[in-house]
């Protein structure tokens, strides 16, 4: 088989890119070792900037989005049993983010890909990519016995933290940054009414918890647990009365509980993979980069990667132009460890740390009462919270 750009990965960052890239003509193919249905039930990310909005209305696949998702112009911060609204409006010169899954973009992406007849591999087995350094690059897979190669010009890797593309750059050559959290976040998704028409993200002494949404009648809830836990040690029942623990009297008071769809303990982790581009592979999304979900960067820092590799790859194609593609690895990391500043900044003021000094704890007041007492604070929040620009 040959085509121009070979795509591993069937997540959002790989499904976005191949569907940008087809209706630029740019010939592509996508390879996902999962099946559909597996893919499709992972719960992440449910937060979207503007930029990855309009990426997708680009990719013609914003229609259900912009009909069933919400705009949302500020969210809160409860500590010390009370809440303060982040104005993101204010604060950020009239922008807003749209709080839509990432479960039902993936969904919009799979059937645009169907509507363009775009070919995305299923099943594909022992993915591997070969000769990136040559200007023959080339892809092959197994689907049950049969080994198959792809021929192509370029190779991306969009196959997430665990994927084989990362893992294909020479040790010699890539430098991996990490820093681990020392402890996860335990996710409940309810078909209930959500507690808050705007997300709460609540600083306490027993722990993190986000109250979040998918719609109004499903919600999204997190509390921060030690990395020892297991999802077998919580109950429903467990979860929500930690939960209303952990939120101001006047939210906990209203929160309405029930059986939970979904519930999973996800590890916090701050990663980042340098260079994104070896040869003609190239890196984008969480096959680069893993934020801890505090800030919600994760799924839009992947959207700027593929903003960045879409124009870089139309340039090449249509003009011949190669300066996006050299440029790409630099470009996506300068605008990646900023999501990572920001994500490690707001998991540091609102999360408890075991083993913190008091003197650590005394700067998580201040944090918290600067950013309460400065316009220029409120204003750096807003400005990385609703998407700083591409
Ligand atoms: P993905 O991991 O989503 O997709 C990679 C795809 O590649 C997968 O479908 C995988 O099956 C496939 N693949 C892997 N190896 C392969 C191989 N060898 N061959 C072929 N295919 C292969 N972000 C937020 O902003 N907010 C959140 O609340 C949030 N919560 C998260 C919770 C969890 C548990 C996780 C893991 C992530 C969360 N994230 C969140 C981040 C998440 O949304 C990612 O940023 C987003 O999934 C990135 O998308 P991709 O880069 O496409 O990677
Ligand atoms: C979510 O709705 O899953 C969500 C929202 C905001 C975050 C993290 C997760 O910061």
Redesign the pocket.
Known sequence: MKTQVCI?????????LSQLLHLKGIENIV????NRE??LT??????LEQGFAELLREAQCGERMDREGELHHGFYIAHDGRLDRIDLHQHSGGRSVMVYG?TEL?RDLYEGRDRLKGQVIHN????QPHDLKSAHPYVT?RLGDEVVRIDCDYIVG????????RRSIPKTVLKEFEKIYPFG?L?VLSRTKPVSPELIYARHARGFALC?LRSQVLS?Y?IQVPLSDSVEQWSDDDFWVELKRRLPDEVSQRLVTGASIEK?I?PLRSFVAEPMRYGNLFL????AH??P?T????????GS?IYYLYHAMVAQYHRGDSSGLDLYSQKALARAWKAQRFSWWLTTMLHTFPEALEYDQRLQDTDLSYLFSSEAAMRSLAENYVGLPF
Do not use: K
């Open positions: 591993i990965g069937g997540g959002p960052s790989g499904l976005l390879l996902e070792r999962q597996y893919v992972r719960i992440r990310a449910g937060v990432q993936t594909a087995e022992d993915v897979y969009a196959d997430g933290f665990h994927g084989v593309s976040w996710g979040s999204r997190y999973s996800a984008a999304g969480d096959a893993i934020v979900p800030g919600a960067r994760g799924l839009n820092t992947a990667d």
